[in-house]
């Protein structure tokens, strides 16, 4: 009897080493598969001419000439990366470090920082990450001379992750990374959240902007662009700027109620 107990551990012992190799060489295989198409990302998935002038013919030479902007380009697939970002398409200037190149036009773009057919996590160039990655560009002095010292933007370059511990997790993910640090100017009343209600007037955040009474606000599609609304709701970033030299600031000014009047239409 306890012999034959003993072979079915047996036969149970061998079927969990059997089951474990078939997990391990799964586990194998998908890892290639994923490494091969990680390596090959932006060259498969899409032609060439999606983005190159030449086409299957591009060459080193001729691979600058984009039959758009890369701002453009990019956005069908990564709208994230452009949101509540570093700007990228613009003329930077200054000249910056060899390691992170303009395009032909001079503009700091997203190749400046990124190699579009590399091979590595995230497709950076260089190693620096962080706050190494923002001072190879930036004097420390830029960032001290903001409210926050820069804490708020130095891990990242696009904010659209949210921080790594929610704090209230309804609400968009720009929310939640100022309300990690200003999280004591905010309050709940009968399930609304209550935005910054110490020193300036309380606004509730995390509600969506066009289920609300159409008459007492503006349409939708009458909103200054510089108004975001993440996923349709009332965030910290409708009012106040996520990415900028200046932190904190409104997105336009409210002289007279001017950024107030932007939704109420009274
Ligand atoms: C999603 C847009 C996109 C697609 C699709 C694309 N490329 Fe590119 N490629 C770029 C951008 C952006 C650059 C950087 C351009 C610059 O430096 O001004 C680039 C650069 C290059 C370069 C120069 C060397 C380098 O790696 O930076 C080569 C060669 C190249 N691409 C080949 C190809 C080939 C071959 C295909 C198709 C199999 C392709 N590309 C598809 C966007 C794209
Ligand atoms: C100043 C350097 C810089 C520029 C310019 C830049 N990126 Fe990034 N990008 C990064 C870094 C660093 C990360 C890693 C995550 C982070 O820091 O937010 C990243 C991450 C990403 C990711 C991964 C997912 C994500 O959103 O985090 C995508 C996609 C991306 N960038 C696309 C773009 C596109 C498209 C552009 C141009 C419109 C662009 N990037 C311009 C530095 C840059
Ligand atoms: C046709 C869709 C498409 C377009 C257009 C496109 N990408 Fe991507 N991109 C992808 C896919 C798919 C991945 C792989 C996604 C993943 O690994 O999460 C990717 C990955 C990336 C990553 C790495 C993200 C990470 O987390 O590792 C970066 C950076 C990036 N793309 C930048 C760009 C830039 C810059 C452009 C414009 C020149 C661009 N992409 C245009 C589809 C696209
Ligand atoms: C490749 C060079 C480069 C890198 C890397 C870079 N920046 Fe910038 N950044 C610039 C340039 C150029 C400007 C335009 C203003 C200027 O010249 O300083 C700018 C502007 C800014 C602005 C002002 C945006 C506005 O509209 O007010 C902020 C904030 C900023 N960078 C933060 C960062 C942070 C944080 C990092 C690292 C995560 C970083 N930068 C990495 C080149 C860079
Ligand atoms: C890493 C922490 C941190 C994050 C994240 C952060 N802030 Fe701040 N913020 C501060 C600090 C510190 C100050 C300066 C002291 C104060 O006024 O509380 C400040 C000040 C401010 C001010 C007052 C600015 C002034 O000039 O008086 C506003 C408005 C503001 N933050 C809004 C935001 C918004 C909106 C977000 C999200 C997009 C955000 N903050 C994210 C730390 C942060
Ligand atoms: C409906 C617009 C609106 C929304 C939404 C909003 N704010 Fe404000 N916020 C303002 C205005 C207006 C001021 C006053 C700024 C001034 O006078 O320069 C202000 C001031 C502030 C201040 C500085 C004064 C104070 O009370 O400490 C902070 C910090 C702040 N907001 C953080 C936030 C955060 C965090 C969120 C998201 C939870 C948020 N705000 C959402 C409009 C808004
Ligand atoms: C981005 C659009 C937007 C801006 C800018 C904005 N509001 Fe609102 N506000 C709303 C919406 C939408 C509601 C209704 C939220 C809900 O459904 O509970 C609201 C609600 C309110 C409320 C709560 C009472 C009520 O009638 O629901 C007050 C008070 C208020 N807003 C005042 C202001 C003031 C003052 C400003 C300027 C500093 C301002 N709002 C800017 C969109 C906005």
Known sequence: MTCIV????????????????????????????????AKNRHLDSTGCQTCHLAGNAVTANNAHQLIDTQERLCKGCHVDALAVSHPSGFQAGRLLPAEYPVDWKGDLTCSSCHLVHGDNPGLMRGNKRGKELCLSCHEIEFFYQMADGGVSVLNGVHLAQPPKDSFIEILDSYSQHCMSCHYENVREVSGVILAHSQTTMPHPVGVQYNVSGKEKYHELDSLSEKITLPDGQLSCISCHQAYDEKHGELVMSNKGSALCFQCHNI
């Open 6 to 37: 003993f072979d079915w551990v047996r036969v149970f012992q061998v079927r969990i080493y059997a089951l474990l190799f078939l997990c391990i060489g799964i586990a194998l295989v998908y890892g290639l598969l994923g490494f091969a198409s």
